[in-house]
């Protein structure tokens, strides 16, 4: 299995990005996908996920600028981020799992995203 993120980079406060996450060698549109971050010094975190059937979950910072997508056609889930600020600089990640709540089977490498002016 492999899931290969793509789409992080620079961008200023108040910007927006894309992050995709291209999957490979599993049954794409059974599993949840799940993005995850990582803040230098803190523990990884729930974004938001999207489930097989998809319904979405987003943790509170997310909600209302982020949208997670899905296109099993492509096998690919997406993160669109708005209004990014400085506190939106981390290391994202992707994951498969059988639910968006819980421990995911498969990671990605992560993109870095950085939030500066």
């Known amino acids: 299995v492999q899931l290969v993120e793509s789409g992080g980079g620079s961008v200023r406060p108040g910007g927006s990005l894309t992050l995709s996450c291209a999957a490979s060698?599993?049954?794409?549109?059974?599993?949840?996908m799940i993005w995850y971050r990582q803040i230098p010094g803190k523990q990884r975190e729930m974004v938001a996920g999207?489930?097989?059937?998809?319904?979405?979950e987003y943790a509170d910072f997310a909600k209302g600028r982020f949208s997670v997508s899905r296109d099993n056609a492509k096998e690919t889930a997406y993160l669109q981020m708005n209004s990014l600020n400085y506190g939106g600089s981390a290391g994202y990640y992707c994951a498969a799992g059988v639910f968006i709540i819980g421990r995911p089977l498969f990671w990605g490498k992560g993109t870095q995203v950085t939030v500066s002016s």
């Open positions: 999207i489930g097989a059937g998809g319904t979405t």
């Open positions: 060698g599993l049954v794409f549109e059974n599993y949840a």
